[in-house]
C-alpha cells in the first residue's frame, strides 16, 4: 500500500519507520529542508514515563491562579487573546482537571509511554541508532515538601500501573546525582525512575529518516502542504506547492500543525501549542553537569546531558501559533539552570531555542482512524512526544496494516473527544 507520511518530525519519522518495516511503501512530506526541524529540534530530550501525569489535574486551576499575570510562569495562559481555539480548548482542559480525569489520562498516557520506551530499546538493539543518549534514570527533586508529598501519591498511582518510580531523600538524590550538591540543602526530596532515559531527539529523527531512507522511504523536504482532497468518504491526495501526491493511506503527524490542515474536512482536532524553550549550555566543567537527566519540579525545568551539552527546558505559553522567541522567558531558562548547576557550563552564551508542544486537553495523544476510511491520526503528544514517539509509530503501523497492536488502544482515538 502506498502511505504519505504529513510531518517529519519524531512522530512521523517513526511512523513512517515501523509503515515501511511493515511493508508499505512510504513517502514522507515536510516543509523543512531536512527531519525534525522544528518541535522535535532541542526539546528537554527525556524519555520519560514519569511524567505522564498531566497538566490538567485538580492542582493545575489554583497553581494557574497563583501564576496569573507572572510573565515567568512556568505555565503560562494568554487568555486575554480573542482566540476561540484557546478558549474551547480551555474549558476541555478545565474538564480534566478532576481527580477521576487525572487517574483515567495517567493511564492512557503511561501506557503509550511504557510501550515506547520499550520499543525505543528493541529499535535501539535492531539498528545501533546513537543519539547521545543515556540509560540512567531520571531523578525528580522537590524543594517544597508539600509538593513531593503530592508527587509521591502519584508515584504510587504510577508504580501501580508498572512504572518503578523509587522515593529518596534529599541525601540520597545528591548521591545519585553529585551535581546537584549545590542545592542538596534546599530538597525536600526526590523521587527517581530507575528504566527512563534521555537523548537528543533531534538527532534520533535525523538518523532514523536516513536508516527509514535506505529501506525505502521518500522524502519529500522542502515542500509546504497546502490542502487534503477528498473523493467521497476517502482521500483522493494532498495537494503541495510542489504539485499533488496521492496515497492509498495518509497519516497526519504535523504535530501543532495538524488542526490548522484537518480543519479543511471538518475535523476540529482539539490540539493546541504551548510554547515552550530551551537552552544548551556546552558543559565546561563535567563534574558539575548532571550526568543522570533531572527534573526540578519548582521551576518546572528538565535537564538532559547530552554528550558534551547540557540541555535545560521548561515552561509553557498557550499563545496560538506564533514562534517568535521571547528573550526574557529565553534567557529565564539559562540562568534558573545555572543556579541549580553553578559553574557547569557556559551558561551566558547558551544556544536558546522555542517550539510549540501539539497539546490535547487531556494530555493523551490522538492516534488512530478517523470518519475518512483511509485517513489516520499520530498527533497531539504535547509535552511527551519524544517519549511516545517509537510506540506510537508502532501501533499507527499495526492500524494502518490492519493488525492487532500490542497495547490496548481505548481512550486513544479521536472518538474520546465526541463528534468534533
Ligand atoms: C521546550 C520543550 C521541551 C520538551 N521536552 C520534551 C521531553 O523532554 N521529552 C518528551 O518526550 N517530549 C518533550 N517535548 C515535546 C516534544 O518535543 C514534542 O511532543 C514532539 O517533538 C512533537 O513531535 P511531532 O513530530 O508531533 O511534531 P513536530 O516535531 O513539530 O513535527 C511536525 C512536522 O510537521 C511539519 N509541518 C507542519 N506543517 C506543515 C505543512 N503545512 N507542510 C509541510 N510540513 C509541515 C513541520 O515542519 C514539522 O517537521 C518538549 C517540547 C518542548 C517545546
Known sequence: MKVVVLGAGVVGVTSAWYLARSGHDVTVIDRQPGAGLETSFANGGQISPCHAEPWANPSTPKMAMKWFGREDAPLLFRWQRWDPALWAWGVRFLMNCTAQRTKVNIDRCLRVALYSRACLQSLRTETGIDYDQKTLGILHVYRDPASFEHACDAAQVMTGLG?????????EAVTLEPALSAVGDELAGAIFTPGDESGDAHLFTRHLADLA???????????????????????????????????????????????????????????YPAKGYSATVAVTDPAKAPMRAITDDEHKLVYSRLGDRLRCAGTAELAGWDRTMDMRRARAVAETSSRLFPGAGDFENAELWCGLRPVTPDSTPIIGRTRFANLFLNTGHGTLGWTMSCGSGRVLADIVSNRPPDIDLTGLGIDRFGRI
Open 213 to 271: 531512507a535506505r529501506k525505502g522511504v521518500a522524502f519529500r523536504f522542502d515542500t509546504t502542504i497546502l490542502g487534503l482532497e477528498l473523493d467521497g468518504d476517502r482521500l483522493a491526495s494532498v495537494a503541495t506547492d510542489k504539485g499533488r501526491v496521492r496515497g492509498d493511506a495518509f497519516v497526519i503527524a504535523m504535530g501543532s500543525w495538524s488542526p490548522k490542515l484537518t480543519r479543511q474536512v471538518g475535523l476540529n482536532l482539539p490540539v
Open 163 to 171: 512504572l518503578t518510580r523509587e522515593v529518596r531523600t534529599a541525601a
